[in-house]
């Protein structure tokens, strides 16, 4: 077992922060360094802006924020001992601001590193707030070179950063990261720190946040990477607490370049640790032995779910409510809502309400009381059948004559959505939108009918994916918690007599792709259409998206789950008249 | 009067493009530059990203519509005959988009600037789309050096923009560009327009981009300026047309220079045209006369007004509807509404619906009939009062004991939204809502009640701006058209007894600084009471603004005229925690 010299112990503080809560965070920050120090740990990480959270938006223009956020920071550096902790924070320097991070030691700010990277396109904005950082920082622990770096520096190849990692001859590569999930990027990013490692010769520690934020959720994952790219440890995602990793500090130390061509050099002089033994495992090169093993990695569906119940959580949680209210039809989609919702917040904390009208089938009726039942939940009954024929009436004039329309259905979404958030603004529950992607993107919904609420849980989850995940539930409940009735029941709003989705909506098994393609691809018709689908049928999809950007306007906020999910990451014009094939393509162009 | 050879006329085109109208806006340019054409212009020039309109947002990420681009630009250039045209596109050039100008002449691009300076402040994100351009572009007309050069590119001091223009011996600039309103930002352009003109020695022709893009309004506005920075002529905001602008062309000749150590250098071979005689003007050094004056400029609350107007004209008629309908209540903010709408689609389009409750006023409900007379529009009335006892009735069971809260108030305003809406469904009108920037600042409002609607005409404006532009309106009608007893009374919801806004908020005089002072100026709450507030007052008002960003995310949009509007302008978390003071500000800060 290693001795206090032959070992460099790093602890990756996997950490939840609450946008803007900086006394908060930094309380936090502080606890998890004298833990880190307890158990032995040279270098302590915290995840990019740790210390505000990720992203705080325009409270960076705030310049008391940005004062508040120094006062933090030496509240926490005020209390460092021995460990050398690695901070994310907002650093005001000048006139320009710097997404930095802090090295601090013993009660002292060792240096600063500024990002030079910063991400300026899907949900990200940093260019809005920051200047590029003009430098590197290694810091040097018992001969020990290692790279200070934050998140998106690892993305661009051949960066400065890169070069500065390998001139100033660096054996390890910290990096603290707010890199947001959607389904399936966990490969991506294992395959950008492999990339980044083996370009630069050095070793790997990365950190990334947890927690939801409004629409985003991080989902955290400490990886460490071999000088050739593997990945010899992880820690579980969407967790938190601390991961251990040892390195063999002789071999790290031989390694290590001792010129200072590029940038910043912090000569930490710090005392090694009283070493706890490593708890096992076998990181080959550069790394002796560390106690996290590689975790294994959760199924493609577990991942969405494990973001869904994150996001709502966090949502509920860090804006300061309890329970939760939701209209559950007897449909999947509220269904999965309502289990998701359970949950995350425990089952007492939902409540379901079944407000059924003239459509309403005695089948999704009767399910909807068996889901409840199943999930543990509040089940709540109110008609709107009095009230919906009261407004008719009243109405009647005002409509003049001809049968009723879309403003009948509309009325009737609209007096459920009444209810639920009178009963949120009577007891304080947050109103949990129901509505998916797949309609979302139609416009398949009604504004202020079952559009109105706080929050939308899968209004990035595709229509299909709602059903694998109804499927995944039930497997892990080990029956069929949601009923397979409701599973197996053809789509409908119960609007109108006899009313089902693939009246107005192709299938959903046709129409996910098409949207896939459209939104997340940014195809035009003809390209998706090339794929195999009916031309017109793709047209109609494409119109329907883009006419009803209004409504999503004003949609609650609710996870990203995909790559690109309505909100920050695709800001369409509502005024907007293009659309593909407005020119005959036969023209040549220049 | 000149003849061919001594003049240099310029047109300006003011320009109200629709946002991916690509073929509509490539045939109104093209017949803007024939009708420069037959008025003998040697130039005309268009606003910056006219071809596609601005901003077109992500659709800049839709392959086809950068192809389709190219397509309405090639259109374009094949009908361009004698006159230079100097046309805004998007340009892709190998992997990378440029915000460009083109220079087009007898049917071919003679070339194409790209924009240096990229604002990513505000209301822009131009780094998430465009490159940025790395050289400048002159083009000489019969010996005459001119700089074309694209909005921000005048804003930055010391650009190498600036220097080429030095450099390159250019002896006028052409800016084109899409810079929005905001109340009394004429200013700030003359400035700045004034300022780059002298440090240049260049005269100046600055075309904007007029027009109402969702949030946006544009107010156009031509300007030229003699080098010493003088306002020569202009041709006034919010209006179309060209405006004609004849320069001495000896001596702009004389003046320009002959090296070319900068970019692109662009020779156009342009004939001289057959030109009118100008219409008069005295415009001093550099500009021999003009036919444009310098139009005498709008007072401050008339140019709110005009944006207004033409925000909620342009989305109405851009969006494809033609009638509006809004809830009026005998109150001021939906009186001044009421009175914006006719005006700018005319009163035939607007319908005003009275929606009494118990809790209505016989003044209120008499005044909003008289408010309608007066303004010459529908009035529908349709009581409130039957739907909302039956809905308490229904909600009773689940509402449990204990008198009507908020959510009785809030209940009435959204049956008074389902109202609005049904009509909307039923008739394809456009809901307005009517709520003003104070209330929406501090969630005075209802989610899906007042808030329920399709565009939001004065959400910018605060209410003491509100009564301003109310005194305007009668004044420019020269009679009390909004009826005085309307201006007069004080605020209310009228959702309970004897309800005063005061009862909830502090009076709008006290209210709306601080106001301006949180939002716009990003002041905190310790320093905002230094300005002469109480301090507790402060903190109560930041605290409704903080708390109620959830609802503004989902209101609709509305006509930003303040330099920072709730939206793209002012990008706060809903979950954030941060408030000012959760430090004691006693301890010194490194």
Redesign the interface.
């Known amino acids: 077992m290693g001795t206090t010299s032959s070992i460099l112990r790093i602890a990756h503080a996997r950490m939840n922060p609450?946008?803007?809560?900086?006394?908060?965070n930094a309380g936090a920050i502080a606890e998890r360094i004298a833990e880190a120090a307890r158990l032995g740990a040279d270098v302590v990480t915290f995840p990019e802006l740790a210390l505000c959270g990720y992203?705080?938006?325009?409270?960076l223009?705030?310049?008391?924020?940005l004062?508040?956020s120094?006062?933090?920071l030496?509240e926490v550096v005020a209390t460092t001992r021995g460990t050398v902790a690695i901070v994310g924070f907002p650093d005001l320097s000048g006139n320009s601001l710097y997404n930095a991070a802090a090295v601090i030691h013993d009660g002292r700010i060792a240096g600063v590193y500024h990002k030079v990277e910063l991400p300026?396109?899907g949900v990200f904005?940093e260019?809005?707030y920051f200047a590029r950082g003009d430098g590197s920082l290694v810091m040097e622990i018992r001969g020990i070179r290692i790279s200070v770096t934050i998140c998106e520096d690892l993305w661009v190849k051949d960066s400065p950063v890169e070069r500065a990692v390998r001139d100033n001859g660096a054996a390890l590569t910290v990096n603290i990261a707010a890199s947001p999930f959607h389904a399936g990027k966990i490969a991506l990013r294992r395959s950008v720190l492999s990339e980044f490692a083996k370009r630069t010769g050095a070793c790997l520690s990365y950190n990334n946040i947890v927690g939801?934020?409004?629409e985003l959720v991080f989902d955290g994952g400490v990886m460490v990477t071999d000088r050739e790219g593997r990945l010899i440890a992880s820690g579980q995602r969407f967790a938190e607490g601390l991961i251990i990793t040892d390195f063999d500090a002789v071999e790290l130390a031989s390694r290590s370049g001792r010129s200072a061509s590029h940038g910043k050099l912090v000569v930490v002089n710090c005392r090694g640790t009283a070493c706890h033994a490593p708890a096992g495992g076998n990181c080959a090169n550069g790394s002796k032995s560390c106690d996290a093993a590689v975790e294994p990695e959760f199924g493609r569906i577990e991942e969405i779910f494990e973001a869904l119940k994150l996001g709502l959580r966090?949502?509920v949680r860090?804006?300061g409510f309890k329970k939760v209210v939701l209209g559950i039809s007897g449909g999947v989609d509220s269904a999965i809502t309502a289990a998701i919702a359970a949950d995350a917040l425990g089952k007492e904390n939902v409540v379901g309400v079944r407000i059924p009208s003239r459509y309403t089938s005695e089948g999704t009726f009767k399910d909807a009381e068996i889901l409840a039942r199943n999930l543990g939940i509040q089940c709540?009954t109110?008609?709107l059948e009095?009230?919906f024929t009261?407004?008719m009436e009243?109405?009647a004039?005002?409509?003049g004559p001809g049968a009723p329309?879309?403003?009948a259905e509309?009325?009737q979404a609209?007096?459920r959505?009444?209810?639920l958030?009178?009963?949120?603004?009577?007891f304080g529950w947050l109103v949990l939108t129901t509505g998916n992607k797949s309609e979302i993107a139609c416009g398949y919904c009604t504004?202020?009918g079952d559009m109105?609420g706080?929050y939308s849980v899968i209004k990035d989850v595709f229509k299909t994916v709602v059903y694998e995940i109804s499927d995944f539930y039930n497997m892990r409940a080990g029956y069929d918690a949601i009923p397979q009735s409701i599973i197996d029941r053809p789509p409908t709003a119960e609007l109108r007599p006899n009313q089902k989705d693939e009246d107005s909506l192709p299938p959903y098994p046709l129409l996910d792709p098409i949207l896939r393609a459209y939104v997340e691809e940014?195809?035009?018709a003809?390209?998706i259409a090339a794929r195999g689908f009916d031309i017109a049928v793709v047209r109609e999809v494409v119109r329907m998206v883009d006419r009803n950007e209004?409504k999503r306007?004003?949609?609650?906020?609710g996870v990203k789950i995909t790559p690109k999910a309505f909100g920050k990451d695709?800001?369409?014009?509502?005024?907007?008249?293009?659309?593909?094939g407005?020119?005959d393509?036969s023209?040549p162009?220049?």
Not at 570 to 580: D, E, K, L, Q, S
């Open positions: 609450t946008v803007g809560d900086l006394k908060g992203p705080p938006e325009d409270l223009m705030k310049p008391s924020f004062r508040d120094r006062i933090a030496e300026n396109y904005d260019k809005r939801g934020q409004d966090d949502y860090k804006n709540i109110i008609s009095k009230i009261l407004y009243e109405l004039g005002a409509f329309g879309i403003e509309n009325l609209r007096i959505g009444n209810i958030m009178g009963l949120s603004n009577r504004l202020y109105a706080g940014d195809m035009a003809e390209e209004y306007r004003q949609a609650p906020p695709r800001r369409i014009p509502m005024t907007n008249r293009y659309a593909t407005m020119f393509k023209r162009v220049s």
